[in-house]
Nanobody, 122 residues
Framework: QVQLEESGGGSVQAGGSLKLSCVASGYSYTQMAWFRQAPGKEREGVAA???????RYADSVKGRFTISGDNAQNTLYLQMNALNPEDTAMYYCAAGRGSYWMLLRTNAYAYWGQGTQVTVFS
């Protein structure tokens, strides 16, 4: 069993930055990711990382978001820069097992956090 707890969301002006954190307990996963879901939209993969350091990003966040992890602290981070209103969503941390090609797919993840809200205003 894996439990995930996100923090770091908030409201920020367009162009600003936020850093999300996710503390994980348990070890039944080989990859972790951040997803987001805006009202009325499907949940989408934002960024993912495997335990051996491979990363994958959605095209919409490449060059602006950076995913990283601290294995000693069992913590996953998402540094978000140059935020824009289209980034407004509930952000979820996820843990699971799968192939590299499944890193941004929701069905590769068995464990989910409760989410943290990110709001970007213009």
């Amino acid at each position: 069993q894996v439990q995930l707890e996100e923090s770091g969301g908030g409201s920020v002006q367009a162009g600003g930055s936020l850093k999300l954190s996710c503390v994980a307990s348990g070890y039944s996963y080989t990859q972790m990711a951040w997803f987001r879901q805006a009202p009325g939209k499907e949940r989408e993969g934002v960024a993912a990382v495997t335990l051996d350091g491979l990363t994958r990003y959605a095209d919409s966040v490449k060059g602006r978001f950076t995913i990283s992890g601290d294995n000693a602290q069992n913590t996953l981070y998402l540094q978000m820069n140059a935020l824009n209103p289209e980034d407004t969503a509930m952000y979820y941390c996820a843990a699971g097992r799968g192939s590299y090609w499944m890193l941004l797919r929701t069905n590769a993840y068995a464990y989910w956090g409760q989410g943290t809200q990110v709001t970007v205003f213009s």
